[in-house]
Structure formats: structure tokens, C-alpha cells
């Protein structure tokens, strides 16, 4: 089946520290790969995506690339604010039953000041 | 600001009332989907709506029933919810194909008392 797996959270870190929350999935096609945020009382933001293997998606930056061979996108940040403190989830859409994203569990992340 | 708005924010109910929940895009996504999410968790996907017919529909019990007036008009009406029934709602639309991702509405907060 398709599935999508995340790292275990809670994630700590403290504020400019570097940023890893790994995800890697499982599919039976060739899928899209999307990393959203949720805030506190907020719905879903798309932080970004990758559409095939060795696009890099990045936005507010954040990066993660698509790596067809480990089945992995795994997001990374450079250095965290105390503002990037949020649930972050990594899904994926396949080409075929385009309409349903398969999400991972979310990984819970706190910045301390 | 999200591109898909919901409405209410905010809905307390008791288990014999009917409500209905609203949501609206104007970005002309053709596909629109509810679902639902519990405390810490994914989104768990409810219905989806392709060119304003229903063709997903995600084994959810008959107390939920969705309705799409129009292209960018999606509703949820409720009857007859159980406790277990409260959560977060959510609305999204995207395109149909699959590189393109789903944009979240924030949501309402459902109570069932």
C-alpha cells in the first residue's frame, strides 16, 4: 500500500539550530511529495513540494529533495526561529487516485528562545 | 491570508441538533474534499468532490452529508452527531492533477455535547 512515515516527535531544539524531520514512504506509483504546516488553532499551509526524483522544493527556508532511490524527502532548515514552532507533515499524491494525499503522522516541533 | 474560507470557526452543538458547515474557494479548483482531524493526528480524508460530483466518499457514517452547490461552494451538514463525533474540520481544493497540491481552509472546531 501507500504509506508515509515520519519521524517520532516531539522535536526541541533551540532557536538557530539546524533542522532535520525525516520522512520516507512507501507508494506503488510515482508520487507528488508535499511538506505542510500547521500552526496552533490553524488549518494546513503547503510549505512545499517536489514533483519528481532530485527536484528540491524550498520555501521560507525550508528545503527538502525528493530521492527517488531512498524513498525519502526528508525537510531541513538551516536555522530555526522560534516562529517555525509548529506540527509539520509530510504526504504524498499519486498520479493514479490523484485525489487523495496520504499523510504521514506529523512531527511536533518547539523552538526555545 | 487562506485562499479557502470556513465557516463557522467555532460550532457547539448537542446531539440532536442539525447544522451545517460551509466552505469556499475562488481560485477555480474544480476538486474539493472534507476532512476531519482528531487532536494530534493527520487529517483523515471524509468525501471528495470532482467537478461538483461526489466521488470519493470514505465510509463515513450517513450523519455526515456533504453537498456542492456550485464549483466553489462546499458544505457538511450534520444531524444526529455523537460525542466522539467532535473535531476539526477541514476544507481543501486543489486542481485535479496530481504535482498540484491541496490548499487548506483553518477549519472549524466542532463540540458535540
Known amino acids: 500500500g501507500n504509506s508515509v512515515t515520519q519521524m517520532e516527535g516531539p522535536v526541541t531544539l533551540s532557536e538557530e539550530a539546524f533542522l532535520t524531520i525525516n520522512c520516507t514512504y512507501t507508494a506503488t506509483g510515482y508520487p507528488s511529495l508535499f511538506w505542510y504546516v500547521q500552526y496552533p488553532g490553524e488549518g494546513l499551509q503547503l510549505l512545499l513540494k517536489?514533483?519528481?526524483?532530485?527536484d528540491k522544493g524550498s520555501n521560507k527556508g525550508f528545503e527538502a529533495t525528493y530521492r527517488k532511490e531512498t524513498t525519502s524527502f526528508h525537510l531541513e532548515k538551516g536555522s530555526v526561529q522560534v516562529s517555525d514552532s509548529a506540527v509539520y507533515f509530510c504526504?504524498?499524491?499519486?498520479?493514479?487516485?490523484?485525489?487523495?494525499?496520504?499523510f504521514g503522522q506529523g512531527t511536533r516541533l518547539t523552538i526555545n528562545p | 491570508d487562506t485562499e479557502v474560507t470556513q465557516t463557522p470557526k467555532h460550532l457547539v452543538m448537542g446531539m440532536t441538533n442539525k447544522k451545517s458547515l460551509k466552505c469556499e474557494q475562488h481560485?477555480?479548483?474544480?476538486?474539493m474534499y472534507w476532512y476531519k482531524q482528531k487532536a494530534k493526528k493527520p487529517p483523515e480524508l471524509m468525501f471528495v468532490y470532482s467537478y461538483e460530483k461526489l466521488s470519493i466518499n470514505e465510509s463515513v457514517p450517513s450523519r455526515f452529508s456533504p453537498e456542492c452547490p456550485n464549483s466553489s461552494l462546499l458544505n457538511l451538514h450534520l444531524h444526529a452527531l455523537q460525542p466522539e463525533d467532535s473535531a476539526l474540520y477541514l476544507c481543501a481544493s486543489s486542481q485535479w492533477t496530481a504535482n498540484q497540491p491541496q490548499h487548506f481552509g483553518d477549519g472549524t472546531r466542532l463540540s458535540i455535547l
Open positions: 481560485m477555480g479548483h474544480r476538486a
Open positions: 517536489a514533483t519528481k526524483a532530485d
Open positions: 504526504a504524498l499524491r499519486l498520479i493514479q487516485g490523484a485525489q487523495k494525499l496520504v
